[in-house]
């Protein structure tokens, strides 16, 4: 059967990001569409199954700062004392 051409539009940053994901796991972008495309029609689903998620680096950056109490907020004993620490002029 012959091929044909699909065009995708999809946003830059994500195809650079997903060509990596192939060329890692060896193989082109081509060969994963083909992948889920057989798949789909052959279970007549979307084949995703969801897995957890890589926090993205503003989610590691995060992460590290609160373990190293980077932008942490000071402990409070009560209501009041928060309420009077919002409150104060600084």
């Known amino acids: 059967m012959p091929n044909i051409n699909i065009n995708i539009?999809?946003?830059?940053?994500?195809?650079?990001?997903?060509?990596?994901?192939c060329n890692d796991v060896g193989m082109t972008m081509t060969t994963a569409f083909t992948v889920f495309a057989k798949k789909a029609v052959r279970e007549y689903r979307i084949p995703f199954e969801i897995g957890a998620?890589?926090?993205n680096a503003d989610t590691k950056k995060a992460?590290?700062?609160a373990r190293k109490g980077?932008?942490?907020?000071?402990?409070?004993?009560s209501v009041e004392?928060?309420?009077?620490?919002?409150?104060a002029d600084d």
């Open 9 to 21: 539009r999809m946003d830059s940053d994500l195809k650079q990001q997903f060509e990596a994901f």
């Open 53 to 55: 998620e890589v926090p």
């Open 63 to 65: 992460i590290e700062d």
């Open 70 to 77: 980077i932008g942490m907020s000071k402990a409070f004993s």
């Open 81 to 87: 004392e928060l309420m009077e620490d919002l409150n």
